[in-house]
């Protein structure tokens, strides 16, 4: 199966912004309006912290924010901040026949 | 907040079939998707597959043969089974409900249960 292709890693010092960035291709990310981003902390289970491309739900800090640019997504979080520390995972609908795919993952560390 | 809960046998032999439930609390189960998603360990994820409400299901190709997902809305669960397992199988496995505009991608998942493949 293709995943999408995430950074393995990335870091940044407190108060700083970063960016995540998800390619995949026009039959996936590039294809539809549907990006979502996942934060998982070590042993906890993902949480979504953007939906349908750029879309925060309740709760989830304003730091967060993603957007799409032709087959590449991407997740910035600003004002970095130690809980930030976690694996981040995009997934899109896709065309294929897995019908859903998932990024390999990012781990952010902040320094 | 609707919250999912995963339970069932924390090992399963080789050759033979994985089973897992997902019970829904805090929130209905109508017009929403519920998925299986699992995570071998210290990897990414992987989309297993969905089901509707009313019990149609979709399934990732790959695994396709080996899926069936059900659901009982009166006992407010959802169910997975995967048959034939190896040990490629174990992982962690999780369920979710699906978005409301794209019901396929999951928003609010359950905690996880871990599933060892060994004899």
């Known amino acids: 199966q293709s995943a999408l292709t995430q950074p393995a890693s990335v870091s940044g010092s407190p108060g700083q912004s970063i960016t995540i960035s998800c390619t995949g291709t026009s039959s996936d990310v590039g294809g539809y309006n549907y990006v979502s981003w996942y934060q998982q902390h070590p042993g906890k289970a993902p949480k979504v912290m953007i939906y349908d491309v750029s879309n925060r739900p309740s709760g989830v800090s304003n730091r967060f924010s993603g957007s799409k640019s032709g087959n590449t997504a991407s997740l910035t979080i600003s004002g970095l901040q130690a809980e930030d520390e976690a694996d981040y995972y995009c997934n899109s609908y896709t065309s294929s026949s897995t019908l859903v795919v998932f990024g390999g993952g990012t781990k952010l560390t902040v320094l | 907040q609707v919250q999912l809960q995963e339970s069932g046998p924390g090992l399963v032999k080789p050759s033979e079939t994985l089973s897992l439930t997902c019970t829904v609390s805090?929130?209905?189960?109508?017009?929403?998707?519920w998925i299986w998603i699992r995570q071998p360990p210290g990897k990414g994820l992987e989309w297993i597959g969905c089901?509707?409400?009313?019990?149609?299901?979709n399934y990732n190709s790959f695994l396709e043969s080996r899926v069936t997902i059900s659901v009982d809305t009166s006992k407010n669960q959802i169910f997975l089974r995967l048959s034939s397992v190896t040990a490629a199988d174990t992982a962690v496995y999780y369920c979710?409900?699906?978005?409301?505009?794209?019901?396929?991608?999951?928003?609010?998942w359950g905690q996880g249960i871990l599933v060892t493949v060994s004899s």
């Open positions: 805090g929130g209905s189960m109508r017009s929403y998707y």
């Open positions: 089901i509707y409400y009313s019990g149609s299901t």
């Open positions: 979710a409900r699906g978005g409301v505009n794209a019901p396929l991608l999951p928003d609010n």
